[in-house]
């Protein structure tokens, strides 16, 4: 069986044992391949990493491809998880790598089809007004354009607020080199975003320099 097709199975299999609570239990079961600890991992986790993945890369038709491919590779990896309680850290740190794969696997593709980045897709904001919608889809296109580490380290610090540590253990770098990236990106973004009415409000507002 292939193992995105297994991760599927497992989400219709039944709730994972009382073990799944202790995390070097569950590492240990996950070492040994066992069911129970893979249910536990995909329902601990699985919101985690596609909040994650949906606020690095905005909307995609291909997210649950994404989650499923970080899950694949957190399960032929587990032996490199030496700390059993840094578990939710180790899993960032692949998704932030599979985030990474699809902006460079992206922007080659729109080299290859002349596609400029307003015409992919938006962002998925639900019930949302017009006006968020518009600022959510200018805010996506700016960071869109910058580099790729640069774009993981702006939204991972102004959409999801990780820590500034955090980010530097889920990009796997040091601190000094987030906080550059993030100086850099900020300047860049402020820059590209004035080009951007809809951003005009949030800009003035300072919403994201105040997280």
Do not use: N
């Not at 593709?109 to 897709?121: G, H, Q, S, Y």
């Not at 296109?141 to 910058?146: A, Q, S, Y």
């Amino acid at each position: 069986m292939a193992p995105s097709s297994k991760i599927v199975l497992l989400h219709e299999a039944r709730r994972a044992e009382p073990a799944a609570e202790d995390p070097a239990a569950l590492a240990r079961g996950l070492r040994a391949g066992e069911a129970w600890a893979q249910r536990a991992l995909l329902e601990r986790y699985t919101d985690r990493l596609e909040r994650i993945l949906t606020r690095i890369l905005g909307g995609r038709a291909d997210l649950d491809d994404l989650v499923q491919e970080v899950f694949v590779r957190a399960f032929q990896r587990v032996e490199e998880l030496r700390e059993p309680r840094a578990l939710g850290a180790w899993l960032t740190a692949i998704a932030v790598y599979v985030a990474r794969e699809a902006i460079r696997a992206r922007r080659r593709r729109r080299w290859l089809l002349f596609l400029p980045p307003e015409e992919t897709p938006e962002p998925v904001t639900v019930a949302a007004s017009p006006e968020t919608r518009a600022a959510v889809r200018a805010f996506y296109e700016v960071v869109g354009r910058m580099d790729a580490d640069a774009r993981i380290a702006f939204t991972l610090r102004f959409v999801d607020g990780m820590e500034l540590a955090e980010i530097a253990g889920a990009c796997g770098v040091s601190l000094a080199t987030i906080k550059r990236r993030l100086k850099s990106a900020e300047a860049e973004f402020s820059e590209r975003a004035q080009a951007h009415e809809a951003l005009a409000d949030w800009l003035e507002e300072g919403r994201w320099a105040r997280r």
